[in-house]
């Protein structure tokens, strides 16, 4: 018995092989062979939880509370944490900042010369020495240039050296003035975090 194959199956057939045709060729289309032999820098390697140690360019940020970046020479590297606590060397802090160690905050010491306007290129301090026969040491910060705010003042007297010291905001503007001739006196700067 000769049997016939019916339209409708044929159609199903001829219709699948369309549709397999198309997706094959589809992606066939868009597929790009590797530039070079793995692992040839096709793919950057992720960051993992292997023994290894890892570097990733650009930025590495988790959920938005934790970021760190790290650029080319000239640029800053940065940590920033939005919400919680920082504990360095230690697991559970108490404190938005929790050490246990040394921490280094301060930049290098720089001689300065009193009575010249110097602008804060950081946080930090002034420590201003005088001794002499009754010099007034007078310490002035504010943002106006020259400083008009009187912060720290201190009398030398009977040739005893006296110290003051005067902390200093970014971007603001300092002076040290001398009342009078001194024997010995000294004007340093002192940044934080530099």
Do not use: H
């Not at 790009?32 to 692992?39: G, K």
Request: proline letters at 6%; glycine letters at 12%; a neutral charge.
């Amino acid at each position: 018995m000769n049997k016939q194959i019916s339209y409708k199956i044929v159609s199903l057939v001829f219709g699948i092989l369309v549709i397999c045709f198309t997706i094959g060729f589809y992606v066939y289309a868009v597929w790009q062979e590797p530039t070079a032999a793995p692992p040839g820098d096709n793919v950057p390697a992720p960051i993992n939880v292997g023994g290894e140690s890892q570097t990733k360019s650009g930025a590495l940020g988790v959920s938005g509370v934790f970021r760190a970046w790290g650029g080319a020479a000239g640029s800053s590297d940065g940590l920033t944490v939005s919400n919680g606590n920082v504990g360095i060397g230690m697991t559970t802090p108490t404190a938005k900042l929790d050490v246990v160690g040394t921490v280094e905050i301060f930049g290098a010491w720089e001689d300065k010369n009193a009575g010249v306007v110097y602008q804060a290129p950081s946080d930090g301090f002034v420590i201003a020495i005088a001794q002499g026969a009754n010099v007034l040491i007078e310490g002035l910060t504010d943002s106006n240039n020259p400083p008009t705010t009187r912060r720290v003042w201190e009398n030398a007297v009977n040739q005893a050296p006296e110290s003051v010291t005067m902390p200093v905001k970014k971007g603001n503007y300092w002076r040290i003035n001398f009342s009078a001739a001194t024997t010995y006196s000294r004007v340093s700067w002192l940044p934080l975090g530099q």
